[in-house]
């Protein structure tokens, strides 16, 4: 079990790649779902689709279960006024709160004790527009950015730039409801991040907490935490197996 205490003062990020785990664990994982998840999950066309969906929401009963000892099946959710999940049950444990993101060939969880967390995931060679998307989303700072890195590293950055805002909008629980390009991201060399907002966010940036990285070479994770000082924690392919 991990040490809730940590949540404290780390958040949990969670992820794994749906490939490397067998299909023969997935009608375990099913069990844990309620008879509305597992509804939702089988309206879904894709195959690949509802795998994923099934994974993510296992992967966050792993993740709360391992720092609360709670078993997989008990958890309940709702969604509040601007759809962000939220934990209904068990109640002594509400102050948990928790993002996910699932993206081809990779999802992701992190979780936080209190203090308002989101995650974003994205496969940087799925076909986009990319340059369209930060004509009408980011604001002139972060296109300068953009222009000013060589060619080949062009993409990578507008996604490690859209994965923060991302992240930062769920954690804020409007999703693209915020005007994206009121956030100014930057992201250094040794991968630090910084931030400013327009006041029309009514926001301060001394509060929130980021990071963001490469996993592997297709795909780019960020994640917001909304208090200073925050280590976001990453664990790689972790998920409780079914008895």
Known sequence: MLDRRALDREAHLWYLRPETLGDSDLPAYETWLTADERHAIGRLRAADDRRDRLLTR??????????TG?????WRFHVDQHGKPMVEAPEPFRHLMFSVSHTNGLVACVLNTRRAVGVDVEHIDRP????EIASRRFNSTEI???????EPEQRRRFFELWTLKESYAKARGLGLRIP??????????DRRVSVSFSEALRDDSRRW??????IGDSHVMAAAVAEAGVRVVCTAGTIIRPA
């Open 58 to 67: 296992a992967l966050t009963r792993s993740l709360l279960s391992a720092c």
């Open 70 to 74: 709670v078993a997989p099946g008990a």
């Open 128 to 131: 986009v527009g990319w340059r």
């Open 144 to 150: 300068a950015t953009l222009q000013r890195r060589p």
């Open 180 to 189: 994206l390009d009121h956030t100014s991201f930057e992201v250094s060399d």
């Open 209 to 214: 907490s980021f990071a963001v990285d490469m």
